[in-house]
């Protein structure tokens, strides 16, 4: 890969809104890239909207909220679209009466689920409908309640299909994908699934904003979770791939074997690298 990006001007002069995966693309644990604030303010002189994105149900959007205060990123909530708040979304649009959910997840997803107007109900109460989230709380008997309901024919929805949760430590984080995988082995049936790369993440986003995919970029560092959500919804994409990553020709990243990565509309070494492309398709 010599030439790692290629403007497009024609393209780029449509954009109207840059979706951002967040960890990987807008920062790395606890580190903000340094081109992050510059592309904020870019946008924002441009006019472009943004969302932040991400498939980690196991905290709340305000949690996120307020990760990205400390960074320096003040947003309102709607720039920020978790599994959880897609679920929410989904649910106000498909299923505009359901009310009673059982809730396979953390407090802080249970809690966000409740202040969307969602009864969280008991191992005692009947349900209208199952969610099954990033769970780092589980309890055996509520996974085993939780296929109760999924094998008596409730409707069932999960909020990502991630298999594990990156980690530094010396351990595994079984997450919503894993914890699927389980349930579906036990009741012979699929959910519906919310997060990246499923297309409901960002037709939650054209429906807010009023956009065509040809008005959108998505940005992220994974291809089979953030270019594959680009793909299959039809926007534009920009894959960030260090420097030190493309000089060995192939983006370095974690595309489980078996799976065809997709390919990127761009690839860049950072965020600003297109942001100074969408400022030169306006001049
Ligand atoms: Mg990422």
Redesign the pocket.
Known sequence: MDKIFIPLHEELRKIRHVVM?????IYHGNKLFPTTLPFLERLKKLGIGFTFLTNNSSRSTDVYLEHLHRFGIHVPRECMLSSTGNTVDYLQRHHPGIRRLFLLGTDSFRAEMRASGFTDCSMEEEPELVVTAFDTSLLYERLCKCAWWIKHGKPWIATHCDLECPTEKPTTLIDCGSVTACLEAVSGRKPVVMGKPNRTMMETIFHRYSLMPEEVVMC???AY??IQLAVNSGTFSAMIVSESQSKTGIPADSTPPGIVRPVPTWVIPHLEKLGEALSESRD
């Open positions: 995966d967040m960890d990987g693309t992220g560092d994974r979770t953030d």
